[in-house]
């Protein structure tokens, strides 16, 4: 795992040995859920992205145990839970719903509920999921908040 530097409130960075800089942010989910969600202040997204060469496609293991110690960190600052929505512009987000399914397996050790939703649309589909911390007093209505939000999207949609 890499030193994970705290830059902001819901932003962090860390260093890869092969000078790789990660940004890690976390912002306002509830435009994911319906409007009368309770626990919405609650639910954060998450968002990385890389500053420096992008060309590298070394196999980095310590990648995945910093981004999964930074998501654990910011559940358990804010007694909340986190939301990951695979970007679909470069047509690639199956790719990263396999990333964040590995990363459960390897990294989770039990601690987290880990919930995946695919919502299909005319244009494509998009996939989405939650972590919460399984000792959360609120972790079941925050599943429950999820799964319903994404099942009504599902029925607008279609």
């Excluded at 409130?9 to 860390?14: C, K």
């Excluded at 919405?40 to 968002?47: D, F, G, H, Q, S």
């Excluded at 679909?88 to 601690?111: A, I, M």
Aim: glycine share 6%; aromatic share 10%; proline share 4%.
């Amino acid at each position: 795992m890499y030193q994970i530097l705290k830059t902001s409130p819901g932003q962090y960075q860390f260093l890869t040995d092969y000078g790789i800089v990660y940004v890690v942010e976390f912002s306002d989910a509830s435009g994911y859920f319906e409007t009368s969600c309770a626990l919405c202040a609650l639910i954060e997204n998450i968002n990385f992205s890389q500053i420096g060469p992008s060309h590298v496609k070394i196999g980095d293991d310590k990648i995945g145990p910093t981004v999964s110690e930074i998501i654990k960190m910011q559940c358990r600052a804010n007694d909340g839970a986190v939301l990951f929505v695979c970007d679909p512009s470069d047509k690639r987000e199956l790719c990263r719903s396999k990333l964040f399914d590995t990363w459960d397996k390897r990294y989770n050790n039990g601690q987290f509920h880990f919930i995946r939703a695919v919502i299909t649309h005319p244009s494509g589909s998009l996939h989405i999921g939650l972590i919460v911390e399984a000792i959360n007093p609120q972790a079941n209505n925050f599943i429950d908040e999820f799964t319903n939000s994404m099942q009504s999207i599902e029925l607008k949609l279609n």
